[in-house]
Structures are given as structure tokens and as C-alpha cells.
């Protein structure tokens, strides 16, 4: 997992994080650090510039992490105990990158084929593709992929 952190965020600059094309945001991702702009470790506050929408937050089960829902932004950012970012979920319409493949609103079985033509690793999960190396869960939704969770990754 280094090496592809590494090699990620050696291709990365700032100005790569947040670009907009036709209203939409193109994001990249780099594993256990960031998903566009939203970096593990942060408050949500920090990022409610670039996030214009309202927001609600809400707890799957009574016990289970708070979630800053975005509608409007189509992100989500799930937060500990200490109200810090340790998940972040985007969502179409938005272009989400890992490397060179645009990951968002493509069909499940096209992106599974190019995903196994790199380095990474994923397999079958209940809701789409998984990579437990990357902290990745690529959501499918009628065949195609509507979003992406990015978890932080365990040191």
C-alpha cells in the first residue's frame, strides 16, 4: 500500500483536488489520505466554503458514527468521536479519480475489468467492489457505480 500512496501522491498537486467542469466537481483520490478536497483527521467545519449546500446529520444505528450529509454536494463525511473525518462517500455526478480511472457513473463490470488491468485490488462486496488495501467501497446502484466510500486507513 505504500508504494501506491506514494506514487499517488507524487502525480497530485493541490490545484488537482478540486476542479470543476460544467458544474461538476472532478476529484481525485489518494488512499488513506484524502477524496478531493476532504482530508482524513479534519472537522467538517473546515471544508463548509466549498460545501454550499445544507446539510443533516444522522447515525445509521443509535450507537454508530455521525454522518454530515451534504444533499446538494452529493458528500457525505462520516466523523468520530472527536467530530474528525475518518470516512468520506461522494457521489455521482461528480468525477472521482484513483490514478487515471474516473471512478463514478461508470457500469460495474466495465470498471471492474479496468480496475484488474492495474495494481489495485478489488473484489465482490454486497453493494459493488471492494479494496480493503485502499479503504475503497465502490457502491453500485442499477449497474452502475453511484458512489464512492474512502475510509481512513489503520496505521
Request: aromatic share 10%.
Amino acid at each position: 500500500p505504500a508504494a501506491i500512496l506514494n506514487s499517488l501522491e507524487r502525480n497530485l498537486s493541490v490545484d488537482d483536488h478540486l476542479q470543476w467542469k460544467a458544474g461538476k466537481a472532478m476529484w481525485k483520490i489518494v488512499p488513506g489520505v484524502s477524496a478531493g478536497p476532504f482530508e482524513f483527521g479534519h472537522e467538517p467545519a473546515e471544508y463548509f466554503d466549498i460545501l454550499t449546500g445544507a446539510f443533516r446529520k444522522f447515525r445509521h444505528l443509535p450507537d454508530s458514527e455521525e454522518i454530515y450529509a451534504f444533499g446538494k454536494d452529493c458528500v457525505h463525511l462520516m466523523v468520530d468521536d472527536d467530530n474528525r473525518i475518518i470516512q468520506i462517500s461522494l457521489f455521482r455526478p461528480h468525477e472521482l479519480y484513483l490514478g487515471d480511472l474516473q471512478l463514478l457513473d461508470r457500469p460495474l463490470q466495465e470498471l471492474a475489468i479496468a480496475l484488474n488491468s492495474t495494481h489495485y485490488v478489488f473484489e465482490p462486496y454486497e453493494v459493488g467492489l471492494e479494496s480493503d488495501e485502499l479503504g475503497m467501497v465502490l457502491v453500485e446502484v442499477d449497474d452502475r457505480i453511484d458512489g464512492v466510500e474512502v475510509r481512513v486507513l489503520p496505521h
